[in-house]
């Protein structure tokens, strides 16, 4: 018993030593966990933060002077005025309707069960799926050097990877040789859409003019896009999407037990 309260009172004594005064503020400590948790804040939010003395002592000033504010604030009995308590209410108001959307949402994520899971993949996994294709092509400015180039690939002299290499001005895809990996067809812009669907594999049959510029395009294969293996990061994604149908009934259900009336 002698060695557990013991323990206890190192670690509560830890805790303290921890938190030390940086500031006061008219009578009013402001401690270094206050800091700490501002810094840490900033690191979440900056992926080059740094935590350096000079920051801190920035941060402390400000928040000695926030603390200053809020005191004088308090003096002037800002709190006793009707845009206090407007303020107030309606962050009453707005906590209250996040506060409930987070417990349907509690309440949904919850209910979802594996079965559920499992039937709506397997009703995906039967829906038809976009068509992907894997191509390259060459990206050029100007009509004359894509009529140029589609000769001399059409002939058989050079080819489409070498051009991109060399001559694409898709800075993406150069160092691939103008390849583009199985994507859905329908990201492309439209023209380059087209002119990828109208062809089954090879080189499509003339220069293709876009917003960017002048393509050469050659096909490589085509397929439908594949569904994904049922593993847990599948099984989140389904999740996620189950838990957000279901709090939408949720919703939707109680706000039909609200009576709303319009006036005229």
Do not use: C, W
Request: glycine share 4%; proline share 3%.
């Amino acid at each position: 018993m002698k060695r557990t309260l013991l323990a206890l009172a190192l670690v509560a004594s830890s805790t303290v030593a921890l938190a030390t005064p940086v500031a006061t503020v008219d009578g009013q400590t402001i401690d270094s966990s206050v800091i700490d948790a501002q810094v840490k804040s900033l690191s979440a939010q900056y992926k080059d933060f740094k935590d350096t003395p000079e920051l801190r002592t920035q941060l402390i000033a400000k928040a000695a002077q926030d603390r200053a504010i809020l005191m004088l604030a308090q003096k002037a009995g800002v709190q006793n005025t009707e845009d206090y308590k407007t303020a107030i209410k309606n962050t009453e108001e707005q906590l209250s309707y996040n506060l409930y959307l987070k417990q349907l949402q509690g309440e949904a994520k919850k209910s979802v069960t594996e079965a559920e899971i499992k039937a709506f993949y397997e009703k995906f996994a039967k829906q038809p799926k976009p068509e992907q294709a894997k191509v390259r092509h060459v990206l050029v400015a100007d009509e004359a050097t894509a009529n140029k180039y589609f000769k001399l690939v059409k002939a058989g002299k050079t080819t489409i990877k070498s051009l991109a290499e060399k001559h694409t001005l898709d800075t993406a895809t150069k160092k691939t040789g103008g390849l583009i990996d199985y994507v859905n067809i329908d990201v492309f812009v439209p023209e380059f859409a087209d002119a990828v669907k109208s062809i089954k594999k090879g080189l499509v049959k003339k220069p293709v003019k876009t917003k960017f510029g002048y393509h050469i395009i050659y096909v490589l294969g085509k397929r439908a896009q594949p569904t994904p293996k049922l593993d847990d990061q599948v099984k989140e994604e389904i999740k996620r999407l189950l838990t957000q149908q279901k709090a939408e009934k949720l919703l939707k259900d109680a706000l039909n037990t609200i009576k709303v009336e319009f006036t005229k």
